[in-house]
């Protein structure tokens, strides 16, 4: 298939083929928007399990004894909270309050942190977070190139993961992780029960010369409980579902995480200053003019970022940032940044579909959470 | 292996047209067009009675990840559309030749016929694009 050669690869491209991926241009990178099909790939999410190559996420090593102080003056949420061996959802903002990434917080050791931040931000978030980084006794690695990263999704994900590592995977808790875990004879896999699809399972960490082995280890493992290689297109759609956003589409250098939702990982109370606070809190005092809300389309049609949304009586209130035919729910479904006055559950409003306003209600989100 | 018809021909864009009696043609999607599109979710066809002029858009098509245009292999009025794709659009992916179909429309200007690809230049045309 004509893929632009120009474009980046993580370690499985040369596995993608055998599986019968669609390759695509996500990005600058080459990967897999689907395997089998989409709604097949977020169906087995949803029931059994799926295998995703998300090699391309950004990976930075903070070390030092100033590491921590550095990290939370960087970042909103606080991670001074955090334990050994636990994780943390974030944001990183600029001093305006807009949104650089979001990202997690890996704690490997009093002095050890590692960022996973997106694959689009890799160099800007770099360079952000050296420029944040003046005086403090630390140390910053982009070791994005040389880590690997696959999420087994769904609810047979931990076992079918069990089978292949001594370690009791029930013993780590949502948000927790285990380092230096071998997994059928690979060594140091930082396995953490996180995720983006609204399911349990795990995201595994290692380094980028084992991916092809990890990934056909894990098919054959999974085989029998219906484990399935699956693309960012499924990705996205089980995302959207769990409501969890999308760097560039519901979090932007134009939107704070308070708009986009994401409050409870910004800690205005937090003892340490941190970049955007002054602003973040000013928002919050003066009240936010828009959030983002859920919405479902009654009438014909599918929301689809950058649509416009409309009032009842007309008015132009925002904007779409995602929106998809829902595969879990059969219903058009969408996220949009509106003026807080519309945002309230049950509201009517129109979103604009080529040139056609069409009947859509907001609605509670996640439009989708697990049993 | 990309399936085709003998009897029809197609657009650069992917359409096939099949001709009925006189002229009236239907329309549809080339089964290349539904792989590369992946799994439909959403068709907005034509109105009956609306005009539409070759090579410009009649309609969208919308997969899970993307819109997709519909384009006029031919110019004339929407006679019929298919209705059964408002609630089973995964028809086009199932059968893009048959139960798939979009709409018929009477041609106005039939000569338009002459500057669609039969199929072994169509076959031909998609094999060239992914070189």
């Given amino acids: 298939m004509g893929v632009n050669t120009a474009l980046k690869q993580t370690a499985l491209f040369d596995t993608y083929g055998k599986y019968g991926a669609k390759v695509i241009d996500f990005g600058g990178w080459a990967l897999p928007v689907q395997f089998s099909s989409i709604l097949e790939e977020h169906e087995t999410v949803r029931t059994k399990a799926g295998l995703f190559d998300v090699s391309h996420m950004g990976e930075v090593l903070v070390e030092g004894k100033d590491a921590e102080r550095y990290i939370n003056r960087l970042v909103t949420n606080d991670v001074t909270k955090l334990s050994i061996n636990q994780a943390q959802y974030t944001a990183m903002c600029y001093p305006d309050g807009g949104t650089v990434d979001d990202l997690l917080v890996y704690k ?53 993961l069990q089978k292949l590592t001594e370690i009791d995977l029930s013993e780590i808790g949502s948000f927790k992780f285990a380092q230096h875990i071998a997994i059928d004879g690979l060594k140091d896999v930082l396995v953490s029960r996180t995720g983006y699809t609204g ?173 | 292996m990309t399936q085709a018809t003998a009897s029809l021909l197609y657009s650069k864009e992917h359409e096939w047209v099949l001709q009925l009696d006189g002229n009236r043609v239907r329309i549809g999607i080339s089964d290349y067009a539904q792989k590369q599109l992946g799994d439909i979710v959403f068709v907005e066809n034509p109105q009956v009675d609306d005009e539409v002029t070759a090579d410009e858009s009649m309609g969208t098509i919308e997969s899970v990840k993307a819109v997709s245009e519909i384009y006029a292999p031919v110019s004339g009025t929407v006679v019929r559309v298919n209705e059964e794709l408002e609630d089973a659009p995964e028809a086009i992916n199932e059968y893009p030749f048959s139960k798939g179909w979009l709409a018929e429309v009477e041609m106005s200007s039939p000569e338009e016929l002459e500057t669609l690809l039969n199929e072994d230049e169509y076959l031909a045309f998609i094999k060239e694009g992914e070189e």
């Fill in chain 1, 108 to 160: 490997l050791e009093n002095e050890k942190f590692l960022l996973v931040i997106n694959a689009a931000n890799i160099e800007k978030d770099f360079d952000w977070m050296l420029k944040q980084a003046n005086v403090e006794e630390m140390t910053l690695q982009n070791i994005s190139n040389e880590i690997a990263q696959l999420a087994i999704q769904g609810p047979k994900a931990e076992g079918i």
């Fill in chain 1, 199 to 371: 399911e349990d399972g795990f995201e595994l960490y290692f380094a980028a010369a084992q991916a092809p082995v990890l990934w056909e280890k894990l098919l054959e493992a999974g085989r029998e409980k219906g484990l399935k290689p699956c693309g960012l297109g499924a990705r996205d759609t089980l995302r959207l579902e769990a409501r969890l956003a999308l760097y560039g589409q519901e979090l932007s250098s134009d939107i704070s995480p308070l708009e986009a939702g994401i409050g409870f990982a910004v800690k205005l109370k937090k003892e340490s200053d941190f970049v955007g606070k002054a602003a973040l809190i000013a928002q919050k005092e003066t009240g936010l003019k828009r959030k983002l809300a859920g919405i479902e389309v009654t009438g014909r049609g599918i929301p689809r970022h950058g649509y416009k949304v409309v009032s009842e009586t007309g008015e132009e209130i925002g904007v779409v940032t995602s929106g998809t035919q829902s595969p879990s729910l059969k219903k058009s479904i969408g996220l949009a940044l509106i003026s807080v006055e519309h945002a309230e559950a049950g509201t009517p409003l129109k979103v604009e579909i080529r040139n056609k306003l069409i009947d859509a209600v907001v609605v509670k989100t996640p439009f989708y959470k697990r049993v």
